[in-house]
């Protein structure tokens, strides 16, 4: 509604205001202050929260011992919400400049919020595996990692995020797995490859099967992960501890 127009052309301006920024860092100071751009989270947080227990109001009548918030969030949309890009600036400029500590761990905790009333948005979960990793929290950036649920080609696409965080938090099993997630797809890749083609000859695709050859050549063979996954389990292996 017009809420909802309201929000979108306020992130907007921000962003055009942090774009300006980012070439002309000497106008630093002229950038929203992280605690606005909170508050608007909030405020947004509230009226969409308000709006959630109108609809589901009926439901809690008809279930006496179920509790709201249960409710709430299992009527959650599985999607990004509106105000989630709101967060994210603020913690770009909570973190902007030389920044502490204090900064990075309250950073965090405004990310564990976001999260939790918009479990579905990806983007947020990259941010808080990035600030815990400069807490040094790397089990937590693991675990955010795995909540993003990626499957197949796009769990290669998206191991650059996490394999640098395992190797420096040493946690050489986790590295190890990640890598042989990858080397499996690759693996699969190149026996469904030839299974395809394969068959396209038989159906008389010849067109098809050239697709698959080039495609499986030029992208699967020329993969720069899976040559980094095969590095990694050759520098890890001698560090896995025995189970």
Not at 70 to 87: C, F, G, H, I, Y
Not at 92 to 115: M, N
Not at 238 to 243: I, K, Q, R, V
Request: overall charge negative; some cysteine.
């Amino acid at each position: 509604g017009e809420r909802r127009s309201e929000l979108r052309r306020f992130i907007f301006a921000v962003q055009v205001n942090f774009k300006i920024i980012s070439q002309f860092p000497e106008q630093g100071n002229r950038l929203p202050g992280y605690q606005d751009l909170v508050q608007v989270w909030q405020s947004y947080k509230a009226f969409d929260e308000s709006q959630n227990v109108d609809q589901v109001r009926t439901v809690t009548c008809r279930l006496l011992s179920v509790n709201l918030t249960s409710v709430l969030l299992s009527q959650a949309q599985k999607e990004n919400r509106p105000p989630d890009e709101l967060m994210l600036l603020a913690v770009q400029r909570l973190l902007y400049g030389e920044t502490g500590r204090s900064e990075r761990i309250e950073a965090a905790w405004l990310l564990e919020g976001a999260i939790e009333y918009s479990p579905y948005n990806a983007n947020l979960k990259i941010a808080a595996m990035l600030v815990y990793a400069e807490l040094n929290a790397t089990l937590r950036s693991w675990e955010f990692f795995n909540d993003l649920y990626l499957k197949h080609i796009q769990y290669e696409s998206c191991s650059y995020l996490i394999l640098p965080l395992l190797r420096s938090g040493g946690m050489y099993n986790e590295t190890l797995s990640v890598c042989q997630q990858i080397l499996g797809l690759h693996r699969n890749a190149e026996r469904e490859a030839a299974d395809y083609t394969v068959r396209a000859m038989e159906n008389g695709t010849v067109s098809k099967a050239e697709e698959f050859i080039v495609f499986h050549r030029e992208k699967m063979k020329k993969s720069l992960t899976c040559l980094e996954a095969k590095g990694l389990v050759l520098d890890a292996a001698p560090l896995l501890a025995e189970d």
